[in-house]
């Protein structure tokens, strides 16, 4: 038996895209972000803590309707404006250890997996969308 979370806020938000974009046969016209796990966010920092300096990446965060992580290929695609919305609401899914540090990382330049080691010492976890220190 899995543990499941019970009442409270809601761990999951669909964005409606305003350009929606076709990858591979599937049109994406939303987004859903969904909160991230602990198991989650450790398997995240473990794969990016080794990054070069400025190599972008994404955030564990975007899904499809289908429930599969939205490819980084739809996420580079993306519509600036989609792409701003997206980060913007993505703050509110990220764990608050790492809220704060990409806020400024938006005002100063810095790759997000220098942020993101900076802020764990635990393994980080590959996943879905968010670029370092720009937008995504």
Same mark, same amino acid.
């Given at each position: 038996?899995?543990?499941?979370?019970?009442?409270?806020?809601?761990?999951e938000?669909?964005?409606e895209?305003?350009?929606?974009?076709?990858?591979?046969?599937?049109?994406?016209?939303?987004?859903?972000?969904?909160?991230?796990?602990?198991?989650?966010?450790?398997?995240f920092?473990?794969?990016?803590?080794?990054?070069?300096?400025?190599?972008k990446?994404?955030?564990p965060?975007?899904?499809?309707?289908?429930?599969?992580?939205?490819?980084?290929?739809?996420?580079?695609?993306?519509?600036?404006?989609?792409?701003?919305?997206?980060?913007?609401?993505?703050?509110?899914?990220?764990?608050?250890?790492?809220?704060?540090?990409?806020? $400024?990382?938006?005002?100063?330049?810095?790759?997000? $997996?220098?942020?993101?080691? $900076?802020q764990?010492?635990? $393994?980080?976890?590959?996943?879905?969308?968010?670029?370092?220190?720009?937008?995504?």
């Amino acid at each position: 038996i899995a543990p499941s979370f019970v009442a409270g806020r809601s761990r999951e938000k669909r964005i409606e895209l305003e350009w929606p974009i076709e990858y591979g046969g599937t049109i994406y016209d939303v987004i859903t972000l969904r909160r991230l796990t602990v198991a989650e966010v450790s398997a995240f920092v473990e794969s990016v803590k080794d990054l070069p300096d400025g190599k972008k990446f994404h955030w564990p965060l975007f899904f499809d309707d289908a429930g599969a992580p939205v490819p980084p290929a739809v996420m580079d695609a993306l519509d600036a404006d989609d792409s701003e919305r997206l980060d913007s609401e993505a703050l509110d899914f990220l764990p608050r250890r790492f809220r704060g540090r990409l806020e $400024a990382d938006h005002r100063a330049p810095r790759s997000e $997996a220098q942020s993101v080691a $900076a802020q764990t010492d635990s $393994a980080p976890s590959a996943g879905a969308t968010i670029e370092p220190s720009s937008s995504v």
